[in-house]
């Protein structure tokens, strides 16, 4: 049995050239198994999401990704604001509304949501459909201030209006888009 006491590492100064390292490997073979068992479990998991995302239904993904991969139930939306480019650099708040007309006159239309959201728009050049009181309508509007002038008036309900397909603004079949 040996009683020596190991002699203490020196003091390390800064500069110091630094104390050789004793090398061992930094992935054993335990390591490098279950990286690969992992990666494997990624790749599947993966896979089953792509080939779910694909298929059924068509109507069934644009329903659950929209048009353009909007977010589900967007275009079930009652009324809401947006700001999207205005094609010069600059930007611009866009409003939003599906409800029902409770007033019109030829300067203006009333429109109430079912949850009680009411909101006058001004009637903008070339709004588009003619609208009567009590018909259920989707205004698209652009909003100045504490104005919203209705830039689109489609009669039903369910989307945006002005494209095929109730495609939003600035989308492919939309207003402002590239078809």
């Known amino acids: 049995m040996s009683t020596e006491v190991p002699a203490p590492a020196a003091e390390q100064n ?5 104390p050789p390292r004793q090398d061992r490997p930094r992935w054993t073979a335990r390591r490098t ?3 690969v068992a992992i990666a494997a479990g990624i790749a ?3 896979g089953a ?16 990704g929209g048009p353009a991969g909007a977010m589900p139930g967007l275009f079930d939306a009652l009324h809401g604001d947006f700001v999207v480019s205005d094609g010069t650099g600059g930007y611009e708040t866009q409003r939003m509304q599906t409800g029902e007309v409770a007033a019109i006159d030829d300067d203006s239309l009333t429109v109430e949501s079912d949850d009680g959201y009411t909101q006058t728009y001004e009637l903008g050049a070339g709004a588009g459909d003619t609208a009567e009181r009590g ?3 989707t205004v698209l509007a652009t909003v100045s201030g504490d104005t919203a002038t209705a830039t689109s008036i489609t009669s039903g309900e369910g989307g945006f209006p002005g494209g095929p397909q109730g495609r939003p603004p600035g989308q492919q079949g939309g207003p402002g888009g590239t078809n």
């Open 14 to 18: 800064w500069g110091d050239p630094q």
């Open 33 to 35: 198994a279950v990286a």
């Open 44 to 46: 599947v998991a993966g």
């Open 49 to 64: 999401v792509v080939y779910a995302g694909t298929s059924g239904e068509p109507s069934q993904n644009v329903r659950m």
């Open 135 to 137: 018909d259920t309508v």
